[in-house]
């Protein structure tokens, strides 16, 4: 491009200087002429400022912003409570804290606490053993209990209660006593307000309970899994127990299939299901109020039998004699079992009993069974005879005597037995009992002292009583006595070769 006709197309330095002395320029955006301190000169132009607007990128300068101050706070609040939770457990694994828990058990239980190797984590708290014990005047006496874990909840650390969902222990023992009057049933006084110890659930999958001196108790439970609920459905503190070899002193060998206690005040409401060892196909149920801490007050449940063995309420001894599958049959005095809370329980079972509809009872062992099983031309059904139907009788067990009373056995056609038969705690026998027999069997038997021995007929039956003595494992009666002493009848003489003069022993030995 050519200069302007008006200007000349060269300048040397110093007309260049004096044009821009002289000419300085009017628009602000082309810069303007300034001298320095040294003398220098120098065009300066304004910064130019950006007109146009951008939302977005504000937007996220402020949302860029706002993260950095949220991580920072997050970051501070990690921080913050990471060094709340260490300093927690530190002080929740202290001394200090150790001797508080150790204090709350102890109001919360009445117990003296014995609490070893007590640790605690964010989660669960933990021991290695836990032992509790009671005054003599409380039915508890001492509880050991083996590897403690409870699931916290995190208030434990800060507040003044104990709590969370659930206690578990590997193994524990309960020992009960008879509480003495007079004293105390609390090693410390009860905690006004709320437990200071309150978990929703308390469970030892081994637990090991004995009532009186644990070198011979009165009542031992073994292996049962235990459960304890502060709060059950009606409000009340409940214990459960399931499975277990209940053994109880002069009772026969039984199993726990399941048990409930609700801890009602001083008073324990319980409903109890045994099983005989080895046989699970029946049961006998207990249940009632129980008052331990009344000695002068009878203690009294109900009893009910659901094809329960005979064997298992009358011992093995006595079911090798009569066995059988048994109901309970209803009966206003009877269906109970009572006991005092105290050293001497005097424990009573009374037990009105019928053949269970799947069963049947069985008699043996009596020598007067045998003699009719030779004498009605050796049939043996009369060695053990098999009752069904409306057949039983009333068990009773009192000051470790058995007795089974109001026997009422039937099988028509054959033979029929009633009366009473006691075994004492050294297994010695005694009773009566009246031995039926068909008439049609008297008559069609070789013999005709059977006539004489029996009486007239009575619904069917002639009918004779016999004294049981010996013992369990050998009973005896007086039927050969009878036998021999009774005269034949003149009047149906056989003809000689037909045997009427035989002795008993002939007739009876085993052909």
Do not use: C
């Amino acid at each position: 491009m050519s200069a302007a006709p008006s200007e000349p197309e060269k300048y040397s330095i110093d007309e260049m200087m004096d044009r821009l002395k002289t000419n300085p320029s009017e628009n602000p955006d082309e810069g303007e002429l300034v001298t320095r301190s040294d003398g220098s000169q120098a065009i300066r132009v304004r910064k130019r400022k950006r007109r146009s607007s951008q939302p977005h990128k504000e937007e996220n300068h402020r949302a860029r912003r706002a993260r950095i101050v949220q991580v920072s706070a997050a970051l501070v609040l990690v921080f913050v409570a990471a060094l709340a939770i260490g300093g927690a457990l530190v002080y929740a694994n202290s001394s200090p804290f150790r001797k508080g828990v150790v204090q709350k058990i102890e109001q919360a239980s009445g117990a003296e606490v014995e609490l070893q190797q007590f640790r605690m984590n964010p989660k669960t708290a933990n021991a290695g053993k836990f032992v509790l014990k009671w005054p003599e005047g409380n039915i508890l006496k001492r509880a050991a209990l083996r590897s403690f874990r409870a699931e916290i909840s995190s208030s434990t650390f800060f507040g003044k209660v104990l709590t969370g969902e659930e206690v578990f222990f590997d193994y524990g023992v309960l020992d009960l006593q008879v509480p003495k009057p007079g004293q105390p049933l609390r090693k410390f006084p009860a905690h006004g307000g709320d437990l200071p110890v309150y978990f929703n659930h308390y469970r030892v999958p081994w637990f090991d309970i004995t009532l009186g001196d644990p070198a011979s108790p009165v009542i031992k439970l073994l292996k049962t899994e235990a459960s304890l609920s502060p709060r059950n459905v009606n409000g009340l503190p409940q214990l459960s127990l399931y499975r277990g070899d209940l053994a109880i002193a002069g009772w026969p060998n039984l199993r726990l299939d399941r048990a409930f206690v609700d801890i009602r005040g001083t008073e324990l409401d319980i409903v109890l299901r045994v099983l005989q060892e080895p046989d699970d196909r029946g049961s006998l149920e207990f249940s009632g109020t129980i008052s331990p801490y009344q000695p002068d007050q009878l203690s009294t449940l109900s009893v009910k039998a659901d094809s329960f063995p005979l064997s298992g309420i009358a011992g093995p001894a006595m079911g090798r004699l009569i066995a059988g599958l048994v109901d309970t049959l209803p009966s206003a005095k009877s269906n109970y079992f009572s006991f005092l809370p105290t050293e001497k329980p005097a424990a009573k079972l009374d037990l009105a009993f019928r053949a269970s509809p799947i069963s049947k009872i069985e008699v043996q062992g009596f020598p007067f069974l045998f003699a009719l099983s030779q004498i009605l031309h050796n049939d043996t059904w009369f060695e053990t005879p098999v009752f069904e139907g409306d057949v039983g009788g009333v068990f009773h067990r009192e000051n470790d005597v058995v007795t089974i009373r109001d026997l009422d056995l039937q099988s028509k056609g054959r033979l029929a037995l009633r009366g009473e038969i006691s075994m004492s705690a050294t297994q010695s026998l005694s009773g009566s009992l009246r031995v039926g027999l068909a008439e049609a069997m008297i008559a069609d038997a070789p013999t005709t002292r059977l006539k004489s021995m029996f009486g007239p007929p009575e619904e069917g039956f002639r009918w004779i009583i016999l004294k049981i003595s010996g013992t369990a494992t050998a009973p005896l009666d007086n039927f050969k006595e009878l036998f021999t002493s009774t005269a034949l009848t003149p009047l149906e003489s056989p003809a000689p070769d037909a045997g009427e003069g035989s002795t008993f022993e002939e007739l009876t030995r085993p052909k």
